[in-house]
């Protein structure tokens, strides 16, 4: 029970019927970690998707000239680490707790047997990560127009 009500309110899962939730819950595990724990580095291969149950997160990526620089804070009820379930790759970010932080969190490994077992639910699934995604690189996409006009603005002055 502990795993299915912060699924529920996830945005990730919202597509989602409760009979789905408690199939994939089966897949989910949790963990405390302490504040100022890093969760990942930039550049290590992502293995985990985490959702936060109770914390925050802060993201940074290192910038060549500048420095590690803070990119987003993640609240309870968000998720990030999505693209380590559907690719193989090095993390474009680093992660770490702000405060002592609880997840739950779904591992490449346990999605790919998921995969497996309840394809149905586990392509559901997919498709949010993939909305999901479409979003946040549009929204990304916006931020970058918004940084190049105020770039053009300075040049101009």
């Not at 990730?12 to 724990?37: N, Y």
């Not at 490994?109 to 979003?135: C, G, M």
């Amino acid at each position: 029970m502990a795993k299915i009500k912060p699924l529920k309110e996830c945005p990730l899962f919202k597509i989602f019927s409760d009979k789905d939730i408690a199939v994939i819950s089966q897949i989910v595990s949790e963990k405390k970690i302490p504040a100022g724990t890093p969760l990942y580095i930039e550049g290590m291969i992502g293995e985990t998707l985490f959702i936060i149950k109770k914390g925050s997160v802060q993201t940074s990526r290192n910038i060549p000239g500048i420095g590690e620089t803070p990119l987003a804070a993640i609240q309870s009820g968000e998720y990030f680490g999505e693209m380590a379930l559907l690719a193989e790759g090095p993390r474009e970010v680093s992660a770490r707790t702000v405060e002592e932080t609880e997840f739950l969190t779904i591992d490449r490994e346990d999605f790919q047997e998921f995969l497996k077992t309840d394809a149905l639910i586990a392509l559901r699934l997919v498709q949010a990560l993939a909305l999901n995604l479409s979003e946040k690189t549009r929204v990304g996409l916006d931020q970058v127009d918004e940084f190049l006009a105020w770039k053009a603005g300075q040049e101009k002055a």
